[in-house]
């Protein structure tokens, strides 16, 4: 058991897990509703239900046995975790991690953007500047902080999202039905929904600092079967109301605008516009956060603190470069360009390796735990 595990509560053990994957997962085209797009709607309604349904279970499956594997080896940083992994070959994931980071927060940021042009009229600048500010507030501050944001974040993102569905049925419920009823092409399904765990469940080594609440291989196990619905759930409810606009929302930057714009709700268009940044915000400090743990590693190895200035200074430095990236290139060519690539990526280094070498480990030893990794 890590000393973070004692006195640890049911929602750190069980629930923590699964929010801070969502959280991961959520920023950029999933709250906006643009990956869900790209990926899963044109397979149609009924396709792409299925392709989300596959992806939630590959991310369960995924994420328990990442999680069991972290917590056996005391693994809690991505370091650590493919150090005993992989070995030698580490290096090959902190590479393609490393773009990866790039990719996302430059995706984040092109939201923000996108979402301050929108709704006042700002450069698009202004709004990814907006979000790396907030992300260096919460970011600079530690573990503590971030799992508070996580918590209650999760909490008011789940209401929203349960309350889009709620409306969209009502303003256009029979849109929706006739969506799902109309006859559509599925193919693709298996494609996009393989592509899009493939390169999100990397979220599951992103979240590892929160794993040190675990107890236990049994504590993993149940958290990472949990996991997968908790993230997949508000991307489901979203898609349902993107059937009844099936097929031309899909050519939509921001989807959610689309939506919002049909709801003649103005108050709710701006409490859902709001929450998107919050997903954003609660995506970036997992990013962030996993970046300065991997640096913090270091410095705790060698006698030295990590403190707020250095934390900031860090991210201060990891922003600014991709949001100008972001400034650049755009939402819609990041999320069909680079998520690509990287879903390959991942499926070589993480997600074959985790599976087959990572379950092997486990099942050889079941109830013995590895020394700790120092990072």
């Known amino acids: 058991m890590s000393a973070g595990a004692a006195g640890a509560s049911w929602f750190q053990r069980f629930l923590l897990p699964g929010f801070a994957l969502k959280a991961f997962i959520i920023g950029g085209g999933y709250a906006t509703g643009r990956e869900l797009a790209e990926y899963f709607l044109a397979s149609g309604p009924l396709g792409g239900l299925a392709g989300m349904i596959l992806a939630m279970c590959l991310w369960s499956l995924i994420a328990a046995v990442t999680f069991a594997f972290a917590q056996m080896t005391h693994a809690y940083d991505y370091r650590a975790f493919f150090m005993r992994l992989l070995g030698p070959g580490w290096r090959v994931f902190e590479l393609a991690y490393l773009i990866f980071i790039v990719l996302v927060l430059a995706v984040f940021g092109a939201t923000a953007g996108a979402i301050g ?82 390169y999100n469940i990397v979220g599951a080594v992103v979240i590892l600092p929160v794993l040190r609440h675990l107890t236990g291989r049994r504590d993993a196990l149940i958290a990472g079967a949990l996991a997968g619905p908790l993230a997949m759930l508000p991307a489901i409810l979203f898609f349902i109301c993107m059937v009844g606009f099936y097929p031309e929302i899909g050519s939509e930057t921001l989807p959610s605008d689309y939506l919002l714009s049909r709801l003649n709700a103005p108050a709710f268009h701006w409490l859902f516009q709001g929450m998107i940044f919050i997903a954003l915000l609660e995506s970036g400090v997992s990013a962030v956060h996993s970046i300065n743990e991997r640096v913090a590693g270091i410095f705790e190895s060698r006698g030295r603190g990590f403190g707020v200035g250095p934390r900031a200074l860090l991210g201060g430095l990891l922003l600014l470069g991709c949001m100008f990236v972001a400034d650049r290139v755009g939402l819609v060519a990041l999320i069909a360009g680079g998520y690509r690539l990287l879903a390959a990526l991942f499926l070589i280094v993480f997600v074959l390796p985790v599976l087959t070498l990572g379950t092997a480990r486990l099942l050889r030893a079941p109830a013995s735990p590895s020394e700790k990794v120092v990072a």
């Not at 500047?129 to 789940?158: D, H, M, N, P, Q």
């Not at 039905?177 to 193919?187: I, V, Y």
């Open 117 to 198: 042009e929108a709704m006042l009229g700002w450069p698009s600048f202004i709004g990814a500047a907006l979000l790396a500010i907030a992300i260096l507030l919460v970011t600079a501050f530690g573990e503590a902080t971030v799992e508070r944001l996580f918590k209650f974040a999760s909490i008011a993102l789940y209401g929203v999202y349960a309350a889009f569905l709620i409306l969209g049925l009502s303003s256009f419920g029979d849109r929706i039905l006739a969506g799902f009823e109309t006859p559509a092409p599925a193919e693709g399904w298996l494609t996009g929904g393989l592509t899009y765990a493939s």
